[in-house]
């Protein structure tokens, strides 16, 4: 279990020229939840993440993992990052061993696993990544933008840590990528029951996967609530220049022709209400 | 290394800022030429103290002059650590084989303050030039070099790029160790060869960047019709004002002072 309190953080907090990054962030997740953290940029989400991880240290408030405290009660940063783990923004352009194999290896290894569960490791995380065996020996620097970045996603999850965090993990990347790796993700997920934190500008996938959402405006919490509430508030997520997902804004927009349930936010839900209606009006498929 | 703030223009209206870089350039270098000439603690204290006015003048906070000299302290260190032996004459302490003179200590000083006062003159003229200036000077003071066939636009936006992008570069080294860590990177262990190892596996992920980005900014630079043969004007004409004037006087009698004490015999 996760839980912040009053968590504040301003950077460069000693000086004149202060910035109030985070204000008064309070929320707890249970174990095993997808929680996702959803803003306009500079909005703070990265440096939750960052505190979240142990890399920055709270100005004000406090954070538990497990009702330890995080800095407070670990041995050091690496202590804090085996437990809590992110994968930050375009993680690729991050990577820097010689081969697949050693980069996914190199979060175990420091952890101080021996070689032949590491080996487990990386040949399980690379099943959930669609990296394929052949690929292990290659450099990591000369693989597609697309393999990099499964590459730099399976190199978090082999540290199997109890809370993964990724700050846009599916920027950049086509369609059909986006939603493969935000399944491996999931697959993942599911199978090591952690706690996930997803930063995305991605609405779709943040209502998809998500039990709870974040909502955050230059530092403020204006929202912590499941995705279907959260996404309700469409004027206040529109007045910061959020989106919703699509089938949501289709459904409000029939909505006010007919009445319709507008708490829909996927296709095959909202294909199954509308052919309801189609039906009760005589209409036949 | 978040807080990096060496060669970042810090803008202002003081009277060091309204200066003409050309002035700034040369005035750094006569002060390099005579930190390095000066050989008593007088003439040193005149530089120390000379440089610590201008800095007062350019109303940049002190705090800024302190991180500079933390980027570089242990550097420092290490350098006038290393001049106390490699001076043989009446030896004050041994250490086995190797020992500390005298001379070797005062050396030692003097190289150490030596060092910050460099850091110091280099940090008043970063901070009050802006990066535009810096290059429009560097392109007027070697335009001589233009009559022998060198390509002086090309040396200017080599110098603009590669300052402008120092700070880009330290943010990156910022994020890819951060992203290091999180994977368990022994940054902060106490074993000194785990740590060496730690960072240099900064430097393929760094490497690649700056190769990427001087790659895409070619390219934009290409893209957007940018020929380095071409004869450039400029929006803002460099001018000497009563103010260099001023500023040429004041070195003249500070360089004077210096070569004065240089040839007085004090400690």
């Known amino acids: 279990m996760i839980r912040v309190e009053d968590l504040c953080y301003n950077y460069n907090a000693k000086s004149k020229s202060s910035i109030s990054a985070l204000k008064n962030i309070n929320f707890t997740l249970k174990n095993s939840t997808i929680m996702g953290i959803i803003g306009k940029t500079g909005s703070g989400k990265s440096t939750l993440a960052q505190l979240l991880c142990g890399l920055l240290s709270p100005t004000h408030g406090k954070i538990f993992l497990n009702e330890k405290e995080i800095i407070k009660d670990f041995k050091n940063t690496k202590e804090i990052c085996f437990n809590v783990t992110m994968a930050f923004q375009y993680p690729e352009n991050q990577l820097f061993e010689k081969t697949v194999y050693d980069e996914i290896a190199f979060g175990p290894r420091n952890k101080g696993i021996s070689e032949s569960k590491i080996k487990d490791i990386v040949f399980e995380v690379i099943k959930f990544t669609n990296i394929s065996e052949n690929m292990l020996k290659c450099s990591p620097i000369f693989l597609s933008g697309g393999e990099k970045r499964k590459c730099a996603i399976a190199s978090v999850m082999a540290l199997k840590s109890k809370v993964l965090i990724l700050d846009e993990p599916t920027a950049g990347l086509d369609c059909k990528s986006k939603s493969q790796l935000m399944n491996s993700i999931f697959e993942y997920h599911r199978k090591e029951k952690n706690i996930l934190i997803i930063i995305s500008h991605n609405m779709e996938e943040t209502a998809r996967i998500c039990d709870k959402v974040l909502v955050l405006d230059e530092g403020i919490q204006l929202m912590f609530d499941s995705p279907v509430k959260v996404f309700k508030n469409y004027q206040k997520l529109e007045k910061l220049n959020l989106d919703v997902p699509q089938t949501s804004q289709i459904m409000r927009y029939i909505n006010n022709e007919y009445p319709i349930n507008t708490d829909i936010m996927f296709p095959k839900e909202a294909e199954e209400e509308i052919l309801k209606i189609l039906n009760s009006k005589g209409v036949e498929r | ?267």
């Open chain 2, 1 to 267: 290394m978040n807080n990096f703030e060496f060669c970042k223009y810090f803008s202002g209206n003081s009277i060091v800022h309204k200066l003409d870089a050309r002035i700034k350039i040369i005035s750094s270098l006569i002060f390099f030429i005579l930190t390095f000439s000066s050989n008593n603690i007088i003439s040193l204290s005149i530089i120390a103290i000379s440089i610590s006015i201008i800095a007062v003048v350019s109303e940049v906070p002190l705090i800024k002059y302190i991180k500079s000299f933390k980027s570089v302290l242990i550097i420092s260190v290490i350098t006038a650590f290393i001049n106390l032996f490699f001076e043989a004459e009446t030896n004050l302490v041994c250490l086995g084989e190797l020992s500390v003179s005298l001379s070797g200590l005062k050396s030692s000083i003097f190289l150490f303050f030596r060092l910050f006062i460099l850091v110091f003159i280099s940090s008043i003229t970063m901070f009050t030039t802006s990066v535009q200036e810096i290059s429009l000077a560097f392109e007027n003071l070697l335009s001589p070099l233009g009559y022998l066939g060198i390509n002086i636009q090309e040396i200017a936006i080599t110098i603009t790029l590669s300052l402008r992008f120092i700070p880009v570069l330290f943010e990156e080294t910022y994020k890819i160790i951060n992203a290091q860590k999180v994977r368990g990177a022994h940054f902060d262990s106490k074993n000194v060869i785990k740590k060496i190892r730690a960072f240099c596996n900064i430097f393929v992920p760094l490497f690649i960047f700056s190769f990427k980005r001087a790659e895409s900014i070619a390219i934009a630079m290409e893209s957007r019709c940018y020929d380095v043969s071409k004869k450039r004007t400029s929006l803002k004409n460099m001018e000497l004002s009563h103010r260099d004037a001023i500023s040429i006087i004041f070195l003249l009698i500070i360089f004077t002072g210096v070569i004065i004490c240089n040839k007085m015999k004090i400690f």
